[in-house]
Protein backbone atom coordinates (compact mmCIF):
# COMPACT_ATOMS: atom_id res chain seq x y z
CA UNK A 1 0.00 0.00 0.00
CA UNK A 2 1.50 3.45 -0.70
CA UNK A 3 -0.31 6.93 0.14
CA UNK A 4 0.68 9.80 -1.92
CA UNK A 5 0.83 13.66 -0.93
CA UNK A 6 1.05 16.64 -3.33
CA UNK A 7 2.07 19.96 -2.48
CA UNK A 8 3.48 23.36 -4.51
CA UNK A 9 0.31 23.90 -6.61
CA UNK A 10 -0.36 27.33 -6.63
CA UNK A 11 -0.88 30.61 -8.71
CA UNK A 12 1.54 31.56 -11.31
CA UNK A 13 1.96 34.06 -14.17
CA UNK A 14 2.28 32.56 -17.68
CA UNK A 15 6.01 32.36 -18.01
CA UNK A 16 7.23 31.24 -14.39
CA UNK A 17 7.58 28.24 -12.60
CA UNK A 18 6.40 25.99 -9.91
CA UNK A 19 7.66 22.58 -8.59
CA UNK A 20 5.50 20.34 -7.50
CA UNK A 21 6.65 17.47 -5.07
CA UNK A 22 4.95 14.23 -4.24
CA UNK A 23 5.74 12.57 -0.58
CA UNK A 24 5.06 8.84 -0.73
CA UNK A 25 4.72 6.39 2.44
CA UNK A 26 5.11 2.89 2.11
CA UNK A 27 7.49 0.42 1.21
CA UNK A 28 9.45 -0.31 -1.53
CA UNK A 29 9.03 3.09 -2.94
CA UNK A 30 12.55 2.85 -4.99
CA UNK A 31 10.17 -0.30 -7.16
CA UNK A 32 7.16 1.96 -8.32
CA UNK A 33 7.62 3.76 -11.37
CA UNK A 34 6.11 7.01 -10.77
CA UNK A 35 3.75 8.96 -12.76
CA UNK A 36 1.75 12.51 -13.09
CA UNK A 37 -1.44 13.71 -14.59
CA UNK A 38 -3.52 16.19 -14.90
CA UNK A 39 -7.01 17.16 -15.20
CA UNK A 40 -8.72 20.59 -16.89
CA UNK A 41 -11.94 21.84 -15.90
CA UNK A 42 -14.20 18.95 -18.17
CA UNK A 43 -11.62 17.53 -19.46
CA UNK A 44 -10.32 13.99 -18.94
CA UNK A 45 -7.03 13.37 -16.94
CA UNK A 46 -4.45 13.16 -18.99
CA UNK A 47 -0.20 11.88 -18.87
CA UNK A 48 2.08 14.61 -18.43
CA UNK A 49 4.99 12.56 -17.25
CA UNK A 50 6.64 9.54 -15.76
CA UNK A 51 10.10 8.47 -13.92
CA UNK A 52 10.64 4.65 -14.52
CA UNK A 53 12.14 2.58 -11.27
CA UNK A 54 15.30 1.08 -11.93
CA UNK A 55 16.11 3.19 -14.90
CA UNK A 56 15.19 6.67 -13.83
CA UNK A 57 14.59 7.02 -17.87
CA UNK A 58 11.67 9.59 -18.08
CA UNK A 59 8.92 10.24 -20.79
CA UNK A 60 6.83 13.22 -21.45
CA UNK A 61 3.79 14.04 -22.99
CA UNK A 62 4.07 16.69 -25.89
CA UNK A 63 2.71 19.20 -25.10
CA UNK A 64 4.99 19.74 -21.63
CA UNK A 65 7.90 18.57 -23.41
CA UNK A 66 11.25 20.60 -22.84
CA UNK A 67 9.45 22.63 -20.18
CA UNK A 68 8.51 20.62 -17.24
CA UNK A 69 11.23 17.78 -15.58
CA UNK A 70 10.62 14.72 -13.53
CA UNK A 71 12.48 13.89 -11.31
CA UNK A 72 12.75 11.39 -7.79
CA UNK A 73 14.89 11.47 -4.23
CA UNK A 74 14.33 7.59 -3.54
CA UNK A 75 15.80 8.00 0.12
CA UNK A 76 13.27 10.78 0.59
CA UNK A 77 10.18 8.72 -1.03
CA UNK A 78 9.73 11.36 -2.90
CA UNK A 79 9.11 12.86 -6.63
CA UNK A 80 9.21 16.16 -7.86
CA UNK A 81 7.33 17.91 -11.01
CA UNK A 82 9.85 21.22 -12.08
CA UNK A 83 7.55 23.10 -14.35
CA UNK A 84 8.52 26.16 -16.62
CA UNK A 85 7.35 28.41 -18.63
CA UNK A 86 3.80 27.68 -17.58
CA UNK A 87 1.35 28.86 -20.06
CA UNK A 88 -2.26 28.96 -19.65
CA UNK A 89 -3.15 25.82 -20.54
CA UNK A 90 -1.51 23.90 -17.96
CA UNK A 91 -3.67 25.27 -16.10
CA UNK A 92 -5.21 21.68 -14.13
CA UNK A 93 -5.47 19.94 -10.74
CA UNK A 94 -1.65 18.06 -11.01
CA UNK A 95 -1.90 14.14 -9.61
CA UNK A 96 0.70 12.00 -8.64
CA UNK A 97 0.43 8.23 -9.43
CA UNK A 98 2.53 4.72 -8.37
CA UNK A 99 2.65 2.04 -11.03
CA UNK A 100 4.03 -1.03 -9.07
CA UNK A 101 5.64 -3.77 -10.84
CA UNK A 102 3.25 -6.22 -11.68
CA UNK A 103 0.49 -3.15 -13.04
CA UNK A 104 -1.39 -4.10 -16.13
CA UNK A 105 -1.78 -1.21 -18.61
CA UNK A 106 0.88 0.94 -19.22
CA UNK A 107 3.08 4.11 -17.77
CA UNK A 108 1.49 6.42 -20.21
CA UNK A 109 -2.33 5.28 -18.89
CA UNK A 110 -4.19 5.84 -16.21
CA UNK A 111 -5.35 2.27 -15.60
CA UNK A 112 -1.56 1.65 -15.51
CA UNK A 113 -1.15 3.50 -11.68
CA UNK A 114 -2.52 1.65 -8.39
CA UNK A 115 -2.16 4.56 -6.39
CA UNK A 116 -3.33 8.24 -6.50
CA UNK A 117 -2.63 11.22 -4.58
CA UNK A 118 -5.72 14.09 -3.74
CA UNK A 119 -4.30 15.88 -6.24
CA UNK A 120 -3.17 20.03 -5.86
CA UNK A 121 -4.13 22.66 -8.17
CA UNK A 122 -1.84 24.70 -10.72
CA UNK A 123 -3.35 27.88 -11.85
CA UNK A 124 -1.36 29.95 -14.42
CA UNK A 125 -2.83 33.22 -15.52
CA UNK A 126 -2.12 35.06 -18.74
Known amino acids: QVQLVESGGGLVQAGGSLRLSCAASGRRFSTYTMGWFRQAPGKEREFVGTIIWGTMNTYYANSVKGRFTISRDNAENSVALQMNDLKPEDTAVYYC???????????????????WGQGTQVTVSS
Open 97 to 115: AARSLDSRGTAYDISGYDY
